[in-house]
């Protein structure tokens, strides 16, 4: 049913629910996980057009991928790593399309209007504008 399952990870305590949640689905399927973190500071929003090293945030973030990933290849499942960099709901969108999977899977805080509008709203932004099954599962 899925194959492979991108799942969003903020590098925050966020990330167990998700994670707990998919470690499960890809046992039992037999899918893949993509992990994918977006780094959305000021040296990420403008790595490729200033031609920017990766920060210490950014490496921060690679670093935590490889210890999820690893930590979920040690129950015996099937995972790659991404840290991609700009808006996170835009990257999410791209990258459901282009790493064609078969499901997105990600927490949210639920957030109210007001401070929706402060964070973005990504959960909001990616659930209404990408073409696969999205998974929503609220962080404790």
């Given at each position: ?6 799942v ?16 499960q ?16 500071g ?43 960099m700009?808006?996170?709901?835009d ?41 696969v ?8």
């Amino acid at each position: 049913m899925y194959h492979r399952i991108l799942v969003a990870i903020e590098h925050s305590p966020a990330d167990q629910a998700i994670l707990d949640h998919v470690q499960q689905l890809a046992a039992q399927f037999g899918s893949e996980l993509h992990l994918v973190h977006v780094a959305d500071g000021w040296a990420a929003r403008n790595f490729d057009q200033l031609k920017l090293r990766e920060s210490e945030e950014m490496k921060e973030d690679r670093d935590y991928l490889q210890r999820v990933a690893a930590g979920l290849a040690a129950r015996g499942l099937k995972v790659s790593t991404e840290l991609a960099m700009g808006d996170p709901a835009d990257e999410l969108i791209r990258l459901a399309q282009e790493r064609n999977v078969d499901l997105l899977a990600m927490s949210t805080h639920g957030h109210r209007f007001l401070n929706d509008l402060i964070r973005g709203a990504t959960a909001d932004k990616v659930r209404h504008l990408v073409k696969v099954p999205v998974l929503l599962l609220r962080a404790q």
